[in-house]
């Protein structure tokens, strides 16, 4: 008896193997980075740069692989090695994501503080090289409103995620369009009221689909200091600090399967709690 | 600036230092590569730092690079915000928001000085709320000085206008161009 017609992209699901892929229920912290450290994972912060000798980063960053774009003249540029941080924001998003998964290795992809003109350029070029580069962990605590660069992200991050790379956004930090923060492709971030680094939320309305500490955060900062700040911009790195201690225990782990753990392992879905929302103007208007 | 803009954005400005309790408050325009002062409020003497130009540094810089509001307590020897210059001594918090919408066309910031607490989330809701409307604002006021035509512009116009009908315009144009002869 012949196969009975089907699609093209059809496959017999039977023989598909998933490795050793848990199942839901066995999905806990422990099971998901208990004794990682993110060894082997390497993580892109496309940011303002990382000043690469402060001391909280503990020469994690991996300085030779830096990369920088400009644009000039209406053309990106791109600049090869070691660059400084123009605002401190880049060193901040290190500095937490090393405190999470210190035994990973980041680099710096520097798209700000390089001139005002084209930044969604150098943005989206920095992120394609991210994605070309094959990058486990991309962090990108920032985002463009231009619609007229919401394709282009769109599939630059689609490739990431077809592509193995996890891409974590820090969701804009007032409700209101950001790319590519507003895409399912990616894991988008803002803060909750928590100050344990490694409890973080589902929210349960997305396109934000995380909540992780980021509110009175003392981070790394511009001439080896550091400060207390706020803002989704150090929630995301919280996020993206705990995909690498996941991908460093489990590397077979595809983007969809990591936002599943993500999903499991968030204290609301395993406590069956609410979550707290953090802003008066936020809350009235989720009312 | 024109006549209407001005109390619009300081009123703006105002509203924003009294909400967030900040002690003073500006908004940077944007103009070509750096930032210029259009709005200010509270301290001892806001106005005197209108139309001074600062670089694109600080947290106002990074906010505009970012388009995301920023609120961060400042350590003491960063002398690189804008805020820092307002203040008797550096600012404990400084918290700036990004105005416009698409396109961003500058930043309000606000700072507090060292001995008060940290600006809260709520904060900086209720400064990018402001900062949107300054946007418009500042908006209109760009629109306003892109289709002002320049000096030469003017002439031109004139002396056209002279050559057309001489015995209206060309008084108005012998003026003009001796007010460009002193000028080179």
Known sequence: ?????????TQAGEGLDVGDAPRLDELTPEWAWGGADGAGVRIAVIDSGIDAAHPRLDDC??????????????????SDGPHDDSFGHGTACAGIVHSIAPAARVTSIKVLGNGLQGKAAAFHA????????GFDV?????????????????????????????IVTAANNVQRRSFPSLYASVASVACNLDDDPLRFHVNPEPPTEFLARGIDVEVAWLDGQTIRTTGNSYAAPHIAGIAALI????????????????????????????????????????? | MTSVARPVLDAIVAAAVDVTAASVGWLLMIDDEDLVVVAAAGGSDPQARLGERVAVSGVAGLVISSEQ????????????????GGLDGNPAGV??????????????????????????VDDIEEATLLARVAGAALAELDDALATVPSPGELAAGLERLAVAAPARYAVVARLLASLFEADR
């Open chain 1, 1 to 9: 008896m012949s196969d009975p017609p089907r699609p093209a992209w």
């Open chain 1, 61 to 78: 960053v991996d300085r030779d692989a830096a990369v920088s774009f400009a644009v000039r003249n209406g053309e990106v540029v791109r």
């Open chain 1, 126 to 133: 920095g992120l394609t090289h991210a994605i070309d580069a």
């Open chain 1, 138 to 166: 991309v962090n990108l605590s920032l985002g463009t409103r231009k619609r007229d660069w919401a394709l282009a992200f769109h599939d630059v991050c689609d490739r990431a995620y077809f592509g193995n790379s996890f």
């Open chain 1, 247 to 287: 991908r460093s225990k489990h590397p077979g782990l595809r983007p969809f399967q990591l936002k599943t753990v993500l999903w499991a392992t968030a204290a609301n879905v395993r406590e069956r709690s609410s979550v707290p929302v953090a802003g008066k103007l936020t809350r009235a208007m989720n009312r």
């Open chain 2, 69 to 84: 509001a920023a609120a961060i307590d400042t350590p003491p020897s960063d002398t690189s915000n804008v805020g820092a």
């Open chain 2, 95 to 120: 918290l700036a928001a990004p105005c416009g919408d698409d396109d961003v066309l500058g930043v309000l910031e606000l700072a507090r000085p060292q001995g008060s607490g940290p600006f809260t």
